[in-house]
């Protein structure tokens, strides 16, 4: 279906994008006689004998180089080798200088940056802003082998080892700090990124179809300057005189700060639409709201306000040509409000189907400029992802990394990331669960692209065949999510025309297709093939979701659990989980029921493991004490806890920075809904130390905070006390019974270390 038919197909969708050239139809570039790499190169020699005299594209990653789909500089290099360019990488250089960065020449067309498959920030320290001591994308797991903002300083360094050549900045990094953002390491909001790292384009999110497009143009000797029309980049805008083209509106037209009309509910059924139309006025106003915080659709997150809402209806043509000013850069840094406000519309113009373009404004005067983010790229069709994933990937480290054996299981050679990944399959990329913790749908989008089965098959059969200490035991068939492989939208119209930030929340879209048979059928398929003994899933599971498939629970549980399933209910309480955008408790506790269930059919004895979250905004002591009480009720004791790491870009962290619930409307007045922020290390060790109540070293700290609540009832010996009066003589730390050291000093065991499932 053309843009043309789906316009006047789909009346009510104010964008449908154009069609997007396939991957795979674009004329292969002169070099692609010089064959397929086993390894893309790393070194001159290597280049030699592939009879190169220079590369095409260089790739620079935070990374060590591991040729395996899972690795996004293997994926991007491996992409445009298949489009007939010469690609070199240049993995985990030595920053300090220019020197590492000349190592491969320079390169014909572009640069490829990127910190790698983590944001350095993220990677290099915790969440309580303390360095690690590891990485796991490093060989031997030493950390420090990247710098800090590792995509601005590579960048710096390769326009010092070869000045005029084009560089395109891509990965996490980069995609998440595309706009201004709140940066928690600095504690301060800081400049787009492609300011900081004067790169000439930014490629965001899933970046095979962008970069494909501008290797192409480039090659043709189109100025990297005059590519400013592809989607899924962004770039400082060098002249005005296209401005006129462009229909450029304000952000506060889409999203005010400050009072609004009635605005359409997002979670409104098209029946409760079209029943709301004018006519209906006493309907319409029933169920919109007045959008304030003590009206009903005040518990609706992220309500915006579209022109369209209150004008005419823009035409397909006018919308396609319309591009939102963003507060600038130095309004957003010293006005919370603005950087809220910001931060709505932001994730407003995320589905490719009607996003605008954004601009925003950095400096004043003379030194004025605009960073400018075309819209998101246009998903994969599964016919592209089977393309991209079926590339001669060798699957494995380069051999560089090898030790004097040729081999990566040495301390000194392994790469825990590989081996974490060597035997797993990726299945689909995407999410549309829209928490607001998490940076994977601004990353990937919520649109679920997913691979065929056949395809994922054939990966598991060459793995099977191929992959050097392959036992028969695949580690995951997954992906960002473990179950939402084929789901989607039942209408490409609703869908292109949907403004919702997550189908999920607050419960299951009615427009969403929730049916995992094509996911048992895959699983089975895959498990069926002669040398696979046994499938296991490690992906994140959607258990709103399975609820309401008890098949594909059943299959999961029966075949495809090691013992453990690792699980994220997050939190208990409805005021945290809320400003998560998580369902409720009680859904975990219906999965888990389902769970004991299916175990118990199979004769087997597994256990569930859940993740929570310490400090998040909006949790208070009191829902951190119910919290503990309620794992306490439960016989459960968390070995890991996850503590609220503001990653730029999130909801969560504008949420952080602002002090303001932006899943609401944001005002300058009392009706802006504040949010408790969780800040300075003893609140946050306080939250973290309510999720570990068992570990004796929390005691001292549980009590002084449990006496302040007026909750001293629930220290003693009893079975209602959450903690003792006493502390062990020892001062020796907690260890869970399945990883205790016999010589190890330790209190007597807590009443039990987790629940059967």
């Keep these: ?109 572009f640069w490829g940056v990127t910190a790698g498959n983590m944001d350095s920030m993220i990677n290099r320290y915790t969440a309580d802003r303390k360095i690690r001591s590891d990485d796991a994308y490093t060989p031997g797991n030493v950390g420090g082998k990247r710098p800090d903002r590792a995509a601005i300083v590579y960048s710096q360094r390769c326009r010092e080892a070869f000045g005029g050549v084009p560089i395109i900045l891509g990965g996490i990094e980069g995609s998440l700090r595309r706009v201004a953002h709140y940066d928690y390491w600095s504690d301060k909001v800081r400049r787009s990124i492609v300011v900081d790292s004067k790169c000439d384009l930014l490629l965001y999110g899933n970046a095979e179809r962008a970069l494909v497009e501008v290797a192409h143009r480039l090659a043709r000797r189109e100025p990297v300057e005059r590519i400013t029309d592809v989607r899924g980049t962004a770039f400082v805008r060098r002249t005005s005189q296209d401005a006129a083209q462009w229909l450029e509106i304000d952000s506060t037209e889409v999203d005010r700060p400050g009072p609004v009309p009635p605005i359409p509910n997002p979670y409104q059924t098209t029946a409760e639409r079209a029943a709301a139309r004018p006519g209906c006025a006493a309907t319409e106003t029933a169920a919109q709201g007045d959008g304030d915080s003590n009206g009903a659709a005040a518990e609706m997150p992220l309500l915006f306000t579209p022109a369209a809402a209150r004008n005419a209806r823009a035409s397909v043509a006018e919308r396609a040509r319309t591009v939102i000013r963003l507060p600038g850069f130095e309004q957003v840094r010293s006005d919370a409000v603005l950087y809220a406000h910001a931060s709505r519309v932001l994730h407003q113009e995320v589905n490719p189907g009607n ?104 990966e598991v059969e060459q793995m099977r065949d191929k992959a050097s200490g392959f036992t028969g035991v695949v580690s995951d068939l997954g992906g960002p999510t473990a179950n939402m492989y084929r789901l989607g939208c039942k209408s490409p119209r609703i869908e292109a025309a949907c403004r ?77 989980l809320a400003k998560m955008m998580k369902p409720g408790i009680g859904t975990y506790e219906r999965f888990s029921q389902m769970f004991d269930q299916y175990s118990r059919e199979a004769g087997k004895e597994q256990f569930l493991v859940p993740y929570f979250i310490a400090a998040h905004p909006g949790t208070t002591e009191q829902d951190m004490l119910n919290l503990a009480l309620w794992l306490k009720r439960h016989g459960l004791r968390v070995d890991q806890v996850q503590t609220f790491y503001p990653s730029p870009m999130a909801t969560a962290t504008a949420m952080y920075h602002t002090g303001l619930n932006t899943l609401k409307g944001i005002h300058r007045d009392s009706r802006a809904e504040k949010v408790d922020i969780v800040r300075g290390e003893r609140r946050r060790r306080l939250h973290k130390a309510f ?47 399945r990883r205790k050291n016999s010589t190890a000093a330790a209190p007597p065991p807590p009443p039990k270390q987790q629940r059967k499932r």
């Design 355 to 458: 996003a605008r373009a954004l601009v925003q404004a950095h400096g004043a005067g003379a030194t004025a400029r605009d960073v400018w983010i075309n819209p998101p790229p246009i998903a994969l069709t599964t016919a592209e992802m089977d393309h991209v994933f079926g590339l001669p990937y060798a699957r494995g480290p380069h051999p560089r990394y090898a030790d004097a054996n040729g081999r990566f299981d040495r301390a000194a050679t392994r790469i825990p990331a590989w081996e974490m990944i060597r035997f797993s399959v990726n299945i689909m990329r995407g999410c549309f669960g829209g928490c607001a913790f998490c940076s994977i749908t601004e990353h990937e989008g919520r649109i679920i692209q997913s691979r065929s089965a056949s395809s994922i098959v054939r």
């Design 500 to 576: 919702k930030p997550s189908c999920v929340y607050p419960g299951i879209c009615q427009n969403l297709n929730t049916d995992h048979t094509p996911l048992i059928a895959l699983y089975r398929r895959v498990r069926a093939l002669p040398g696979i003994k046994k499938i296991l899933i490690s992906s994140g599971l959607r258990y709103d979701l399975a609820v309401h498939a008890p098949a594909y629970v059943r299959e999961l549980v029966q075949h495809h659990v090691g013992g453990y399933l690792k699980i994220a209910p997050e939190h208990t309480e409805a005021g945290p």
């Design 1 to 109: 279906m053309t843009a043309a038919t789906a316009a006047a197909a789909y009346p009510d969708v104010s964008f449908f994008p154009r069609d997007a050239k396939p991957l795979m139809s674009y004329r292969p570039y002169w070099a692609r006689r010089f064959g397929t790499a086993p390894f893309l190169p790393m070194s001159r020699a290597e280049m030699e004998r592939l009879g190169w005299d220079s590369c095409d594209v260089v790739l620079v990653t935070g990374d060590a180089y591991v040729d395996h789909p899972s690795f996004g500089m293997a994926v991007i290099g491996r992409v445009l080798e298949a489009q007939g360019f010469r690609v070199g990488i240049i993995a985990q250089p030595d920053w300090h200088s220019a020197e590492a960065f000349r190592a491969l020449g320079k390169p014909n067309l």
């Design 691 to 737: 999720l570990r109540y068992h570990d004796p070293n929390n005691w001292p700290l549980l009590r002084e905070a449990l006496k302040a609540m007026g909750r001293a009832d629930l220290i003693g010996s009893g079975k209602q006390h959450l903690i003792p009066a006493w502390q062990p003589a020892t001062g020796g730390a907690y260890q869970s019974p």
